[in-house]
């Protein structure tokens, strides 16, 4: 089982709605990243939070909100969100420092409808 | 050119042949590497980091080439449980020590 807990497993969303997909681990490690997987494709990072604060984003449409609110808890905010978003979101935590070490959670499957 | 590049496969092959994968990477300051790899429709686990005096562990041993840029894994004595996508994944210069790339992946197919 992962240590990196990732809630809703599966969620449907139209065009209009506002979700958000959560995040925790209890690790204590102080860094944790977004990746979006489509099928057959590997994972995309699309951002990165080192203490608790947002240290890389890929250029991810604004449509994408994250949020850290502790060191054990990350959220992503989701709004207008298009057909072509829908992929596997997974969350990871890493140990900060030279040698990463990602942890990732069991991701969350979203479907835009 | 792509930041990290794989042969995606499939490789199959029977139990307990040897499979070899390779990954190249493009910038040449790239600072850490690893193999990951990832069953269908889970999510992707540390194998195991790559060291550039090359690494062992059981049955899998990884190497670097820094020089031609290159990172290779081995799998010797192939398990029908080996059978995964393997993902060849880089820390590029840019953006620090928590940047991780992910290259497509190489599916590997074990088979009685």
């Known amino acids: 089982d992962t240590e990196v807990t990732q809630t809703p497993k599966h969620l449907v969303m139209g065009m209009t709605n506002k979700k958000s997909l959560k995040c925790e681990q209890h690790?204590?490690?102080?860094?944790m990243y977004w990746y979006k997987q489509k099928a057959k494709k590997p994972p995309e990072l699309m951002f990165v939070y080192s203490y608790e604060k947002l240290s890389i984003n890929e250029s991810v449409p604004s449509r994408f909100s994250p949020e850290c609110p502790n060191s054990s808890l990350l959220n992503l905010h989701l709004h207008a969100l298009q057909p072509e978003d829908s992929a596997l979101y997974l969350c990871?935590?890493?140990?900060?420092?030279?040698?990463?070490?990602?942890?990732f959670g069991n991701g969350t499957r979203l479907t835009v409808t | 050119r792509k930041e990290v590049e794989q042969d995606p496969g499939p490789f199959n092959v029977p139990e307990g042949a040897t499979v070899a994968f390779n990954c190249t990477y493009s910038?040449?300051?790239?600072?850490?590497f690893f193999w990951y790899r990832q069953d269908c429709r889970k999510e992707p686990k540390l194998l195991m980091s790559?060291?550039?005096s090359g690494n062992e562990d059981g049955r899998f041993t990884a190497q670097l080439n820094r020089a031609s840029q290159y990172i290779s894994l081995l799998i010797r004595d192939s398990k029908l449980s080996d059978s995964a996508t393997y993902l060849c994944v880089v820390n590029p210069p840019s953006g620090g020590y928590n940047k991780l790339i992910f290259g497509a992946g190489t599916r590997l197919a074990v088979h009685p």
């Open positions: 690790m204590g490690h102080r860094a």
């Open positions: 790559v060291y550039s």
């Open positions: 990871a935590s890493s140990l900060p420092g030279t040698e990463i070490s990602l942890h």
């Open positions: 910038n040449s300051a790239s600072q850490s």
